[in-house]
């Protein structure tokens, strides 16, 4: 009797233990698989993540001080295997250096012309295969330079592009953006129509629109002129996978990050948060660094965000395992670099792209980060010489330098 009795117990006891971690820590919920991870259910705690956790190595890289090369940090900077490529978010020229940070050209320029663009550039991306840069100008354009600058094609989409992201994959061009349902405006582009389609597909070498892709949903249609009611996100660090994740800051819903099934015309929802946020502006950004691995920034805004308002902002960044189902509150230390913050103040998404942790920064900026950090009384000794070595390598007045970490194909993390 006793050994049937404890039969029983072990077997409880491997049921018991089994069922935890199907079910991980209870933050994270699958149904029909969408993961969905409840805030209210992590743990305060705040676990720090080293950076070396993320990345394979790290390394500070000085761009060239030309005067065609100079930009604001946080212009969006991506990272290739051969370039470095900046694309400006206000009325400035696409810029294209080396891995090395040498310039190499600016792409494009400002003009009604052929090959020219009045209007800023929506997205960029490089085939490095082919030599060839695209920009998806406002708009409905989207243009081909070779990587020395020289304009070589353009091509149209059947609608106006409101925050485009591109994918590229077998000389296939991929075009995802948030479709808008024009209220005003259309006369002035009565060759676009309005099909509020959220993809388009093109042979990029002939330029022909090969189909419209289907809208996945009607709340992700914005109404009116689309002008400043949202952005996409789409970071792509899975080869071969294109992310898709907008953010309508004029419709109350939760934010989705979607895969798009390119083979089976779909776009299938994948993550999202669950969080009831008071305003549109407080939503979230989810980042895939992995298949198994998801980042999520939380971004509240207290006060009136105008010109003319008082309002502060509080950041949350959490860590999702999608194997163990659980979660954690994050801080992403650049141990690497004497312990610096490696995401301080700054959007999530800006920093992992492409399979890359990029941070571009000027050389002013992170001299003060480094004499903060010094000032720290619990600061290691290894990591005050790490420090004061770089910071002797910085000189004001330069161009910005870029933090550079490739991915690592396997991250493991412990939430717990």
């Known amino acids: 009797m006793k050994s049937f009795f404890l039969i029983i117990t072990v077997l409880?006891?491997?049921?018991?233990?089994?069922?935890?971690?199907?079910?991980?820590?209870?933050?994270?919920?699958?149904?029909?698989?969408?993961?969905?991870?409840?805030?209210?259910?992590?743990?305060?705690?705040?676990?720090?993540?080293?950076?070396?956790?993320?990345?394979?190595?790290?390394?500070?890289?000085?761009?060239?001080?030309h005067e065609d090369?100079?930009?604001?940090?946080?212009?969006?900077?991506?990272?290739?295997?051969r370039y470095i490529g900046v694309r400006p978010t206000l009325h400035d020229n696409f810029k294209l250096f080396d891995r090395s940070g040498n310039f190499l050209t600016t792409v494009g320029r400002r003009g009604p012309g052929p090959g020219e663009y009045t209007n800023s550039i929506g997205y960029a991306i490089i085939d490095e295969k082919n030599e060839l840069i695209y920009l998806a100008v406002h708009p409905n354009k989207i243009l081909v330079y070779n990587t020395s600058g020289q304009f070589v094609k353009e091509f149209f989409t059947p609608q106006m592009m409101f925050s485009p992201r591109m994918f590229l994959s077998d000389d296939i061009l991929t075009v995802a953006h948030i479709p808008t349902v024009f209220l005003v405006g259309r006369q002035n582009h009565p060759e676009m129509n309005n099909s509020g389609s959220i993809m388009f597909q093109f042979d990029v070498n002939t330029g022909e629109l090969l189909k419209e892709l289907a809208t996945p949903a009607e709340?992700?249609?914005?109404?009116?002129?689309?002008?400043?009611?949202g952005v996409v996100h789409s970071n792509q660090n899975i080869p071969g996978l294109f992310d898709f994740m907008p953010r309508l800051f004029t419709q109350e819903q939760y934010d989705t990050l979607y895969h798009i099934d390119l083979k089976n015309n779909k776009c299938l929802p994948i993550f999202t948060l669950d969080y009831n946020f008071t305003t549109p502006q407080d939503k979230p950004s989810f980042i895939q660094l992995n298949k198994n691995l998801i980042m999520t920034q939380t971004v509240k805004i207290h006060g009136t965000p105008t010109p003319h308002g008082t309002f502060s902002v509080e950041r949350c960044l959490i860590a999702t395992d999608l194997t163990t189902k659980t979660s954690s509150r994050v801080k992403i230390i650049n141990d690497f670099f004497g312990g610096l913050d490696a995401?301080?103040?700054?959007?999530?998404?800006?920093?992992?792209?492409?399979?890359?942790?990029?941070r571009s920064i000027q050389p002013?900026?992170?001299?003060?980060?480094?004499?903060?950090?010094?000032?720290?009384?619990?600061?290691?000794?290894?990591?005050?010489q790490i420090l004061n070595r770089t910071l002797s390598t910085l000189r004001e007045g330069t161009n910005n330098v870029v933090f550079i970490g490739k991915l690592k194909n396997e991250i493991k993390l412990n939430l717990n």
Do not use: W
């Open 12 to 65: 409880l006891c491997v049921y018991s233990c089994n069922r935890a971690k199907s079910d991980g820590d209870g933050s994270v919920s699958v149904n029909n698989g969408v993961f969905t991870v409840s805030l209210n259910k992590i743990k305060s705690d705040v676990k720090i993540i080293p950076l070396s956790s993320l990345v394979e190595s790290l390394e500070l890289v000085q761009l060239e001080c």
């Open 69 to 81: 090369a100079f930009f604001r940090s946080f212009e969006m900077t991506t990272v290739y295997e």
């Open 219 to 229: 709340h992700f249609v914005l109404r009116g002129s689309g002008f400043g009611g």
């Open 343 to 358: 995401l301080p103040d700054n959007f999530l998404p800006n920093h992992f792209r492409r399979g890359y942790y990029v």
């Open 364 to 384: 002013e900026d992170l001299m003060e980060d480094i004499k903060d950090r010094l000032a720290d009384r619990n600061i290691s000794e290894n990591d005050r």
